[in-house]
T-cell receptor, first 116, second 115 residues
Framework: NAGVMQNPRHLVRRRGQEARLRCSPM?????VYWYRQLPEEGLKFMVYLQKENIIDESGMPKERFSAEFPKEGPSILRIQQVVRGDSAAYFC??????????????FGQGTRLTVV | TQLLEQSPQFLSIQEGENLTVYCNSS?????LQWYRQEPGEGPVLLVT?????EVKKLKRLTFQFGDARKDSSLHITAAQPGDTGLYLCAGAGEGSGGSNYKLTFGKGTLLTVNP
């Protein structure tokens, strides 16, 4: 089985541009999560999505950030008008179900965003 | 406030030595996961523990979940250079805002195993 696929692996954007990060979950997984890892900090939850629904976006900044998981295609994390502070590694994870014995999330390789 | 404290932050040992790293919290978690992350890569899930007092073994790695489900440890026997990496613990459930899908991560233990 292919794992969680993220692209691009590296993304460089100038201040003010838009960044689009894509994530395809593992086959059979319908739950997608985005996390951000800032330098010297741990991974922080941003948003949880199911197909066509945002379940929990409590960790996502209110402005400039949005996420979607359409019926067809990958999940997209979109950052508008990027600033230097957005530079970080963004990880997508997926899980098969919430009601198995213990929650398990499987992570992709991440997208390293650098804002110059 | 860091809900999950991992210690030590850095650990450098020689090949063949044993080691234990810790993950502690004042909060209860319904489940706790251990991941290993290598530079430039995503976290790779090693194990999930759910029951207080649970012990799981994965080859030379032994994971334990505390009786009160607030802490966990990872013990590596006869460490090898291939064990080098950042070891992360992450909890879900009550200690993670009550959500069983939202993982709260520690900052990790960076392990270096020298040949």
């Amino acid at each position: 089985n292919a794992g969680v696929m993220q692209n691009p692996r590296h993304l460089v954007r100038r201040r003010g541009q838009e960044a689009r990060l894509r994530c395809s979950p593992m086959k059979g997984h319908s739950h997608v999560y985005w996390y951000r890892q800032l330098p010297e900090e741990g991974l922080k939850f941003m948003v949880y999505l199911q197909k066509e629904n945002i379940i929990d976006e409590s960790g996502m900044p209110k402005e400039r950030f949005s996420a979607e998981f359409p019926k067809e295609g990958p999940s997209i994390l979109r950052i508008q008008q990027v600033v230097r502070g957005d530079s970080a590694a963004y990880f997508c994870a997926s899980s098969p179900t919430l009601w198995d014995r213990g929650f398990e999330a499987f992570f992709g390789q991440g997208t390293r965003l650098t804002v110059v | 406030t860091q809900l999950l404290e991992q210690s030590p932050q850095f650990l450098s040992i020689q090949e063949g030595e044993n080691l234990t790293v810790y993950c502690n919290s004042s909060s209860v978690f319904s489940s706790l996961q251990w991941y290993r992350q290598e530079p430039g890569e995503g976290p790779v899930l090693l194990v999930t523990v759910v029951t207080g007092g649970e012990v799981k073994k994965l080859k030379r790695l032994t994971f334990q979940f505390g009786d009160a489900r607030k802490d966990s440890s990872l013990h590596i026997t006869a460490a090898q250079p291939g064990d080098t990496g950042l070891y992360l613990c992450a909890g879900a459930g009550e200690g993670s805002g009550g959500s069983n899908y939202k993982l709260t991560f520690g900052k990790g233990t960076l392990l270096t195993v020298n040949p």
